[in-house]
């Protein structure tokens, strides 16, 4: 999968990741993966209802993975767990 069809979920308001998923499909990217971790979780969440309610009903949740992603700070060299979550989300047809 090429970068386009990566959505990652950070800071920015829901909306910019909302039309970051249509822009991706509409170049014809038949599938994408939104990913987020920790708090971003819930953003993801709403991006991708978003994204199927309201725009684009013709795209479905294909997949959803959740899982524990291992961080190491810099600072003190510990390792902290953070969740994570991708969404993987198919448009059906054109």
């Not at 990913?35 to 199927?52: E, F, L, M, P």
């Amino acid at each position: 999968m090429s970068n386009d069809s990566e959505i990652l979920i950070g800071k920015k308001p829901q909306m910019s990741y909302v039309l970051a998923c249509i822009t991706a499909f509409h170049k014809g990217i038949d599938e994408i993966i939104i990913k987020a971790r920790g708090r971003s979780i819930s953003k993801a969440v709403d991006v991708a209802q978003i994204v199927r309610k309201k725009f684009m009903p013709d795209v479905i949740i294909k997949d959803i993975t959740i899982g524990t992603d291992e961080i190491k700070l810099e600072e003190t060299q510990e390792v902290k767990k953070v969740s994570s979550i991708n969404i993987v989300l198919r448009r059906t047809k054109k």
